[in-house]
């Protein structure tokens, strides 16, 4: 299992990014998947998680309208937009298999800036 996140950077608040998540080596295509954070000094969270159609998507209470979960198979990808960003969203982020993240890749950083 290769997942391989990108798209991080340094952000004002209030701006906007866009994360990327390769997926390799396993059936991404019928794969519930799932974005986790960590913020330093603090567990692993839930952000995000969408269905093998995309047909389903939920997210963690703090982000609720201001990230969308998305997918495409064809390319054995995922994202995630995350608009009108706030300083508590700094924190490493990760594509994972699973709600806990115990199935992750290598993650990305998001430094949201006052």
């Known amino acids: 299992v290769q997942l391989q996140a990108s798209g991080g950077g340094l952000v004002q608040s209030g701006g906007s990014l866009r994360l990327s998540c390769a997926a390799s080596?396993?059936?991404?295509?019928?794969?519930?998947m799932y974005w986790v954070r960590q913020a330093p000094g603090k567990e692993i969270e839930y952000v995000s998680s969408?269905?093998?159609?995309?047909?389903?998507?939920y997210y963690e209470d703090s982000v609720k309208g201001r990230f969308t979960i998305s997918r495409d198979n064809a390319k054995n990808t995922l994202h995630l937009q995350m608009n009108r960003l706030k300083l508590e969203d700094t924190a490493q982020y990760y594509c994972?298999?699973?709600?806990?993240?115990?199935?992750r890749g290598q993650g990305t950083q998001v430094t949201v800036s006052s």
């Open positions: 969408i269905d093998p159609d995309s047909t389903q998507t």
């Open positions: 994972a298999r699973d709600y806990f993240g115990r199935i």
């Open positions: 080596g396993f059936a991404f295509t019928t794969a519930w």
